[in-house]
């Protein structure tokens, strides 16, 4: 089974200052990791994936094996940056996205 | 720019009452999807479909669950007998294919009374 935590419900930053989500993850086998956004009434994106090792709006997560960890970095925060971020696995060849519980990211002016 | 569109955006109804959520996926997309998130919780897939018929199904989605694309461009849930359990925002999504970004629509929210 897999699973998918998200220790911090809440983060708040100030503009400017760096911003460091945290994402752990537990499966046995090869997994896909994906960072989604939802930013104020809107739906869910994807803003990033593990695979593409691309930097989206500033943002970078590095897949740490030995750590089983997946967190969302981003050198300096930006109002913008306010929203809902969660952070999900999938096993590769599988459609079945496992989400944690999100962690509300507010920035402060 | 093509997005997932569901309807309604809120759904009003009283239990034991079967309800039908719709989702027009992106038109070229193969897979979809349909999740959901109870108010304070995370969001929990439910069943992915292709090639009209389910490929994945959680321990959620029991026999009051049903999927179907009636007509090549609809998907619909429907839950035959709803329960106050039931009250979620239910998510509907779609991808072109196996491993490429899912599509998420803006919900449903679903109240059960």
């Known amino acids: 089974a897999q699973r998918v935590t998200q220790p911090e419900k809440l983060l708040s930053v100030f503009k400017g200052a760096p911003v460091e989500l945290k994402c752990n993850y537990s499966?046995?086998?090869?997994?896909?990791l994906f960072w989604y956004v939802q930013y104020s009434r809107q739906r869910l994106q994807l803003l990033l994936r593990?695979?593409s090792r691309e930097s989206i709006k500033g943002f970078t997560a590095d897949l740490n094996k030995g750590e089983t960890s997946f967190h969302l970095k981003k050198p300096f925060a930006q109002e913008e940056d306010s929203a809902m971020y969660y952070c999900?696995?999938?096993?590769?060849?599988?459609?079945?996205?496992?989400f944690g519980t999100g962690t509300r990211l507010t920035i402060i002016p | 720019e093509p997005e997932v569109t569901q309807t309604p955006s809120h759904q009003v109804t009283q239990m034991g009452q079967e309800v039908i959520l719709r989702c027009v996926p992106i038109s070229n997309h193969l897979y979809f999807y349909w999740y959901r998130q109870i108010l304070g919780q995370k969001v929990e897939f439910l069943v992915s479909?292709?090639?009209?018929?389910?490929?994945?199904k959680s321990e959620i989605f029991d026999d009051q669950f049903s999927v179907e694309r009636p007509d090549g461009s609809n998907f619909t849930l429907k839950i035959r007998s709803t329960k106050l359990e039931d009250s979620a925002m239910y998510f509907c999504a779609s991808s072109p294919g196996v491993g490429n970004e899912q599509f998420f629509g803006p919900g449903t929210r679903l109240t059960v009374l």
């Open positions: 479909f292709y090639n009209n018929e389910i490929s994945e």
């Open positions: 499966y046995s086998g090869s997994p896909e």
């Open positions: 593990h695979i």
């Open positions: 999900a696995l999938k096993p590769f060849g599988n459609e079945k996205l496992t």
